[in-house]
């Protein structure tokens, strides 16, 4: 087997060795036909092998040009446009073709302190006017979709959320802080079935099931307001009662759905976006979240 081994390696070397000679010997006379090129006298003649560098170098910058091209990020931005040129042509308008940015999600301690703040008021309220006004018919803050529930369950992240709607309330997010001196957090955007199954059972807060609220879909959001560095959820607070209903009306100026002109529960906070021909079907969140969830693996 040794002796097969050894002549089966010496004659793969042999093979190689006249294959080697030939690049050699072509290596050596390009080498000679180059300088012979570059004499003065043949300038008309060999001109391109005078200026083969240039050609070189031209071939090295449109093959990186070419690189770039097939090789750079696709940007989450870029996608989340061309979704939304296609699929919302009027709120790609409305957006001039630029993409707003996401803010940073907000700390979960202000938002229960805020709670307490909200729910201290509300004790406040039902205190002064328990006479006239009877405590059944008051709304707890902490029994609201925001509230003291489990938060574990509550999502304050824009990555679920459907572009259609996302960038409809980063416009509103944009036209509060500009216009209006009203800074907007996220509450919650996105919501399982199961947390609104949770929410559910009590009638004061929502009356829809999993699947039958616009959350699923990643249509719908509820928001507070920030001031001098604390979150303010209170309605019973004038200066944030007036930013929900400039709030409201701002969001219905880009097309969303105000939860403050609601008949029998006013959600102050809530928008949602009630896209054309929604069929509310666990196939279709699901596919509206994948939508969102593509736009965002896409960055970086």
């Known amino acids: 087997m040794s002796y097969e081994l050894r002549a089966q390696g010496s004659q793969f070397i042999k093979m190689l060795l006249p294959q080697g000679r030939k690049k050699l010997l072509s290596v050596q006379q390009f080498a000679h036909h180059m300088h012979h090129a570059a004499a003065p006298d043949k300038l008309q003649s060999h001109w391109y092998l005078q200026q083969w560098w240039i050609l070189f170098a031209g071939f090295l910058l449109f093959s990186s040009i070419l690189i770039f091209a097939f090789t750079r990020p696709v940007s989450s931005t870029r ?21 707003l940015s996401s803010p940073p999600e907000v700390d979960e301690t202000l938002i229960q302190e805020a709670i307490i703040e909200a729910s201290q ?7 002064q006017n328990s006479n006239s006004v009877s405590a059944a018919n008051i709304e707890n803050p902490a029994d609201h ?41 996220l509450l919650e955007g996105y919501r399982s ?3 609104q199954n949770l929410l559910a059972g009590n009638p004061n807060t929502t009356r829809a099931k999993g699947y039958q609220s616009y959350h699923q879909f990643g249509l719908a959001a509820d928001v507070a307001f920030k001031r001098n560095g604390k979150v303010v959820i209170s ?10 209903q400039i709030y409201g009306e701002v969001a219905e100026s880009v097309g969303l759905t105000w939860g403050g002109r609601w008949k029998s529960i006013q959600d102050y906070g809530h928008t949602e976006y009630r896209m054309p021909g929604l069929k509310k079907t666990r196939e279709m969140a699901e596919k509206l979240i994948a939508e969102a969830q593509v736009n965002i693996s896409t960055d970086g």
């Open 79 to 99: 996608i989340e446009a061309d979704y939304l040129k296609e699929v919302d042509p009027q709120i790609y308008a409305l957006l001039n073709g630029e993409m």
């Open 121 to 127: 008021l509300e004790q406040a309220y039902m205190a």
């Open 145 to 185: 979709h925001h509230g003291l529930l489990d938060t574990t369950m509550v999502n304050r992240k824009w990555e679920k959320m459907n572009p259609r709607y996302k960038q409809r309330l980063l416009m509103v997010f944009k036209i509060m802080k500009e216009q209006h001196n009203y800074e907007l957090v």
């Open 193 to 195: 079935p199961s947390r």
């Open 235 to 244: 309605e019973r607070d004038p200066w944030a009662m007036r930013g929900y």
